[in-house]
């Protein structure tokens, strides 16, 4: 099955945009702030390639983990 680049770029956001959540959850769960500094540098990695994708894609990216402490 051949995949158009469409759906490429899609499965990459979709990607992108879940990992945040799940790192953005795991971040306001997590105590360690060892871990809450990996969990953050994890987040900033996905927004910039969230970031990247979008802009190439003529989209703005919105802020992510916001409120959290």
Request: charged share 25%; with cysteine; proline share 0%.
């Amino acid at each position: 099955m051949r995949y158009l680049a469409s759906d490429t770029a899609t499965l990459h956001l979709t990607v992108a945009r879940l990992n945040i959540e799940l790192f953005c959850k795991k971040l306001s769960e997590e105590m360690s702030e060892t871990k809450r500094r990996t969990l953050l540098q994890l987040v900033a990695e996905e927004k910039a390639k969230l970031s990247a994708l979008l802009s190439s894609a003529g989209t703005c990216v919105t802020g992510a983990c916001s409120g959290l402490r």
